[in-house]
């Protein structure tokens, strides 16, 4: 019997090949478009749940597919790895009619040149994977979604309990958080949501608008930006003063550059690519601000004049927005770490010659690893003419929890009993007075 394939389901195979064998973000491959806003809005929701439960449940679904495997799966296989990850994901985690699944793996097997010859072995497994595969998860830890070295360090830097925490976030349903640029009343009533302050809204999954979100009401009218909890401290805690002069370092797609702008202060943001700053410009003019715009790479670009303060929202392996993105825990390496670490204290040393004397300067990362975060800090201070500056938790709408002096550190699994929030680091300097 011919099994109609699935656009969703082919779609998701794709995805998770491209990311988890050639090593795309799940971003480049939608940037591809490949096909996804060309199915419908049910199809794009169930190919991303399914995608999505792949990453979340890497470490469980392999386990439970390498049980039923008599030898690892030959390297190049076409979609074969994809599909099996796939349909073991929709039959042990989304609940999907189980056989119907193995037949429609089995049909989208059959339909390819390079992943025909195995269908037998997809029937085989898969049916296996539904008749037992919830009794063999359940001898599974959910940590083993979590990369090793990832659990390594994190034990180290932070304890058990962030493990367990970051693996209880990793598999939650995640909110979305707006910055509110006007009437935190009103959108708390239109978009049902909670205020984590007096701009930051928090959307939760089960109570977010119908489609895509450039649809929701207020997005077209500039009156929010999609910004996480974490990601809007940083600007939060630069206290930038209308008139001041204010420098975003490394700025797209400019969520920390809207927030900056809106207080009124003289803002140039900075980038060097500019398909990146094209997008921060697009976004500026939706939300109705007008922040100077410069192509030009961090460590070479000087201001005509030294600025009040600078942001430094430094590239990063992005390790502490798994719970949002979960392809970073496929993609990343300790490799990147030592290699975006020097690259990061680069940025900060630039950025420090860009203040006048006692201007302020915010180091901010989204990541969780201490050697992105901690250590630059300390070189910072070690190296560079600037000095401690104490984060002032009064300003602070939420996290003071975090605060330690000048620098607050938010570790992976932060707020697990809640709808948790990714793990950054911040910290906060000025430039000596006695420097010229």
Not at 81 to 93: D, G, K, M, N
Not at 99 to 119: D, P, W
Not at 387 to 415: H, K, S
Request: proline residues 6%; aromatic residues 6%.
């Amino acid at each position: 019997m011919h099994t109609e394939l699935s656009p969703a389901r082919l779609w998701a195979a794709n995805a998770i090949t491209a990311i988890l064998d050639q090593g795309q973000s799940m971003d480049e491959f939608l940037g591809a478009s490949n096909g996804f806003t060309a199915m419908s809005q049910r199809d794009r929701a169930l190919a991303r749940a399914i995608a999505g439960t792949v990453l979340r449940r890497k470490g469980q679904i392999d386990a439970v597919l390498g049980h039923y495997l008599a030898k690892p799966l030959p390297a190049k296989m076409g979609l074969m790895r994809a599909i099996l990850r796939c349909a073991t994901a929709e039959i042990l985690f989304l609940r999907s009619p189980a056989f119907a699944i193995v037949n429609e793996a089995v049909s989208l097997a059959a339909s390819k040149g390079k992943t025909r010859a195995f269908r037998h072995l997809a029937n085989a497994v898969l049916r296996k994977v539904a008749n037992e595969g919830q009794e063999r998860l359940a001898t599974i830890s959910a940590e083993e979604n979590l990369p090793q070295w990832l659990r390594e360090s994190w034990r180290q830097a932070y304890g058990e309990e962030a493990i367990s925490n970051a693996t209880q976030v990793l598999v939650q349903d995640q909110p979305t958080d707006l910055t509110i640029f006007d009437d935190m009343a009103h959108w708390r009533e239109t978009l049902k949501g909670k205020p984590l302050g007096p701009q930051v809204l928090r959307i939760e999954a089960g109570s977010r608008p119908q489609g895509d979100i450039t649809k929701w009401p207020g997005f077209a009218d500039g009156a929010w930006q999609v910004q996480d909890a974490a990601a809007a401290l940083p600007a939060i805690i630069l206290a930038a003063k209308p008139g001041e002069s204010i420098i975003d370092l490394c700025a797209a797609p400019g969520g920390k550059t809207a927030q900056l702008a809106d207080t009124g202060a003289h803002v140039w943001a900075l980038d060097r690519s500019r398909t990146r700053l094209k997008r921060l410009e697009e976004n500026m003019q939706r939300l109705g601000l007008k922040p100077h715009t410069v192509c030009a790479d961090a460590l070479l670009w000087k201001p005509d004049n030294p600025v009040d303060a600078v942001l430094v929202d430094a590239p990063c392996t992005a390790t502490g927005v798994f719970r949002r993105h979960p392809d970073v825990l496929a993609l990343k390496t300790p490799a990147q770490v030592t290699a975006l670490a020097e690259q990061q204290f680069a940025i900060v040393k630039a950025a420090s010659a860009m203040l006048r004397p006692g201007g302020r300067l915010v180091y901010c990362v989204c990541s969780a690893q201490v050697q992105e975060g901690e250590d630059i800090a300390r070189r910072v201070l070690d190296e560079l003419p600037l000095q401690r500056f104490e984060i002032d938790t009064n300003i602070l709408p939420y996290g003071q929890e975090f605060v330690q002096g000048n620098a607050l550190r938010i570790p992976p699994g932060a707020w697990a009993t809640g709808d948790g929030l990714d793990a950054f680091y911040i910290a906060a300097f000025t430039r000596n007075q006695n420097q010229t």
